[in-house]
């Protein structure tokens, strides 16, 4: 396997208002976005084509919300501008 792209841990991964880890992981590379528990078990992953992400309107600085498979994710990173960078960077260019 590659280097990954972007790898953040100690992330919190929510959906809705279930909190599924407290020190997840982010991880960026070949392709694809995964989301990791602690112990490294995927909780998702997809495509880069297929995820959306955003920065919320109304909430706190370090969050970032994140559409994998039709499922909405709520990550709490401490940098989330580098996440976004980061996906743009590694999303295949558009014909």
């Known amino acids: 396997m590659a280097e990954p792209e972007f790898n953040a841990t100690g992330v919190r ?4 208002l279930r909190s599924l ?3 997840g992981q982010v991880v960026i ?3 694809r976005l995964a989301l990791l528990t602690s112990y ?3 909780i998702d992953s997809a495509p880069l084509q297929a995820v959306q992400a955003h920065k919320p309107l109304f ?3 370090d969050r970032a919300l994140a559409t994998l498979n039709g499922h909405r ?3 709490t990173l401490g ?5 976004f960078k980061a996906l743009e960077a590694a999303r295949p260019p558009h014909p």
């Open 73 to 75: 994710y709520s990550l």
């Open 79 to 83: 940098t989330p501008e580098l996440f």
């Open 13 to 16: 991964i929510e959906r809705w």
């Open 40 to 42: 490294g078990t995927e």
């Open 29 to 31: 590379s070949d392709g």
């Open 59 to 61: 909430a706190a600085r």
């Open 21 to 23: 880890t407290r020190a």
